[in-house]
C-alpha cells in the first residue's frame, strides 16, 4: 500500500486508531465522560477528513472506493456515530458503562458502516458488513444489569452469526460461477449480461436473505423488536440507522455496478410482505421500542422500493431516505434515551401520558420525529416517501406506489396515536429524566435537519444528483 492510499484512507484511519487509543485509556480508569467526549471530537475529525481531504485515488486495495459517493457516506456515519455517544454522555455514565470501550466500539462501527458503504468488492463487503456486525453484537448486551440487553444479544449473535455463514457461502458461489469478486462482474451471471449459472444464482439468494437478515425484511425481521427492546436506547438508534443504513447503501452501490439489483421479481414480493408486515404489527404495539421497530421494518419496504426503480434517480431517492429516515430515528430514540432514569427506560405508552407537560422539548422533539417518519409535509420523511412514490410512477411501477401510498396511510395511526399520547391533558404521576445538555445537542441537531430537509431539500437531493453511482 502506497503513501497514496494511506492518505486515502485517513478517516479510517483515524476511527480505528483513535478508536484503540480510547481503548487502552479506558484501562487506565480515565473519567468515562472524558473518554465518551474524546470519542465524539474524532468522529468528527474523521468526517472532516472525508470531506474536506480528497485522495488522489479513487480506489484503495482494490476492495474500497474512495469516490465522493464513498466519502459521503463516510461523514453521514461519522456523524451519526457522534450523535450516539452525545446521547450516551448522560445515560453511559448513569449506567456505569465503561467509557473507553463504550466510545471505541462505536468508532469501529463507524469504520465498518464506511468500509462497507465503500466496497467494490464482495470481500470488502464480508469485511466491511463484519467488522459493523462484531462491534453490535457486544454493544447490544453492553448493560450487563439488564436481563432483556443480555437475551437481545444473545438473538443478535446467533442469527447474525448465521447470516455471516450465509454470506460467505454466497460468496464463494459466486465467485464460482463469475471468477472475480469484484461487484461489477461477480453478479454477472445473474444480472442479464452473460449465461445464467445456477450456482451462481443460489449464491445471489443466500447473499439476498443475509441482507433481507441486516436489513429486517420479511419475513427475516422477527429479531428487531426484541433486540431493539433489549439494547440501550442510543445503540438501538445506531443499529436502527447505520447498520441498516450502511447495508442499503452497500446494495445502491451493488445496484449501480450491475445496472440493477437480480431478480426483481424476488424483490418486488420482498419489498411488498415487508410493507405489510411491518405496518400491521406495528398497529397492536403499546412499547415505544416495539413499535419503532417494526416501523422500521416497513421504512426498509420503501428504501427497496427505491431500488427496484432502479436508474440514478432510484438510488438517488433510497440514498435520501437514509439520511431522513436516520435524523428521525436517532431522534426518536435519543428522547427514549433523554427520559431514562437509574430504574431504566421509559417505554411503555402508558407511562409516557401527558409528556408534552412534563417535558414539553422532549415531546416536541419526539412529535417532529414521528411525524418525519409518518411522512407528514415539512418534514424530511414527507420528501423522502413522496421521492419513492415519484421513482416508482417514473419507472412503470403504478402499484408498488399505490402498496406504498397504502403502508403509509396505515402508518399515520399508530404514529399519531403515540402523538396523541403525549398530547393528553393531565400530567403523568411516575417522575421522568429530563436529559443532559449534550442529548440535547443531539436532539436539536436532529430537529433542525429533519425541518431544514422537509421545507428545502434541494442542496442534498442536488448533491446526491452528482455524487450518486
Known amino acids: 500500500m502506497n503513501e497514496a492510499e494511506l492518505y486515502a484512507l485517513l478517516p479510517l484511519l483515524i476511527l480505528t486508531l483513535g478508536a484503540t487509543v480510547l481503548l487502552l485509556g479506558g484501562a487506565w480508569r480515565i473519567n468515562p465522560r472524558t473518554l465518551l467526549g474524546a470519542g465524539i471530537g474524532l468522529a468528527l475529525l474523521a468526517a472532516l477528513a472525508a ?56 468508532l469501529f462501527a463507524a469504520a465498518g458502516m464506511s468500509l462497507l458503504s465503500a466496497a467494490t468488492t464482495l470481500v470488502g ?62 453478479l454477472s451471471p445473474v444480472s442479464g449480461r452473460g449465461p445464467l449459472h445456477g450456482a451462481a444464482l443460489i449464491g445471489w439468494g443466500l447473499l439476498l436473505v443475509a441482507a433481507a437478515f441486516k436489513l429486517s425484511l420479511a419475513p427475516f425481521h ?19 440507522t447505520g447498520s441498516k443504513g450502511a447495508v442499503a447503501t452497500a446494495l445502491i452501490a451493488l445496484a449501480a455496478a450491475n445496472g440493477t439489483l437480480p431478480t426483481p421479481g424476488l424483490l418486488t414480493a420482498l419489498a411488498l410482505l415487508t410493507l405489510a408486515a411491518g405496518s400491521l404489527a406495528a398497529l397492536a404495539q403499546q412499547n415505544v421500542k416495539r413499535m419503532l421497530a417494526y416501523s422500521s421494518v416497513s421504512h426498509m419496504g420503501y428504501i427497496l422500493l427505491a431500488l427496484i426503480a432502479g436508474g440514478s434517480v432510484g438510488r438517488g431517492v433510497a440514498l435520501f431516505y437514509v439520511v431522513a429516515y436516520a435524523a428521525a430515528t436517532v431522534a426518536a430514540f435519543g428522547v427514549v434515551a433523554a427520559l431514562a432514569r437509574d430504574s431504566g427506560e421509559v417505554q411503555d405508552y402508558t407511562r409516557l401520558h401527558g409528556l408534552a407537560w412534563r417535558r414539553p422539548w422532549l415531546a416536541a422533539v419526539l412529535t417532529v420525529a414521528l411525524l418525519s417518519l409518518a411522512g407528514i409535509p415539512a418534514t424530511a420523511g414527507f420528501i423522502a416517501k413522496f421521492g419513492v412514490f415519484l421513482a416508482l410512477l417514473r419507472s412503470d411501477h403504478p402499484g408498488l406506489a399505490l402498496a406504498g401510498v ?56 442536488g448533491l446526491i444528483a452528482v455524487i450518486v453511482p
Open 51 to 106: 470531506g474536506g481531504l480528497p485522495p488522489t485515488v479513487t480506489e484503495v486495495g482494490g476492495m474500497a472506493a474512495t469516490t465522493p459517493y464513498a466519502r459521503f457516506c463516510t461523514i453521514l456515519w461519522c456523524a451519526l456515530a457522534a450523535l450516539t455517544l452525545l446521547l450516551s454522555l448522560g445515560t453511559g455514565p448513569r449506567r456505569n458503562f465503561a467509557g473507553g470501550e463504550y466510545a471505541a466500539l462505536v
Open 125 to 186: 463487503l464480508f469485511l466491511g458488513l463484519e467488522s459493523l456486525t462484531l462491534a453490535l453484537y457486544i454493544l447490544i448486551a453492553f448493560d450487563k444489569n439488564s436481563p432483556l440487553g443480555a437475551e437481545a444479544g444473545l438473538k443478535y449473535l446467533v442469527l447474525g452469526a448465521t447470516a455471516t455463514g450465509l454470506i460467505a457461502f454466497g460468496i464463494a458461489l459466486l465467485y464460482l460461477a463469475a471468477g472475480s469478486f469484484d461487484l461489477s462482474v461477480a
Open 222 to 240: 422477527l429479531w428487531t423488536p426484541d433486540v431493539y427492546q433489549g439494547a440501550p436506547a442510543p445503540i438501538t438508534g445506531l443499529l436502527a
Open 406 to 461: 397504502a403502508a403509509a396511510l396505515v402508518s399515520v395511526y399508530y404514529y399519531l396515536r403515540l402523538v396523541t399520547v403525549l398530547y393528553m391533558p393531565g400530567e403523568g404521576r411516575e417522575p421522568l429524566g429530563g436529559g443532559d445538555v449534550a442529548a440535547h445537542t443531539a436532539l436539536l441537531v436532529c430537529l433542525l435537519i429533519l425541518l431544514f430537509l422537509g421545507l428545502y431539500p434541494g442542496p442534498l437531493l
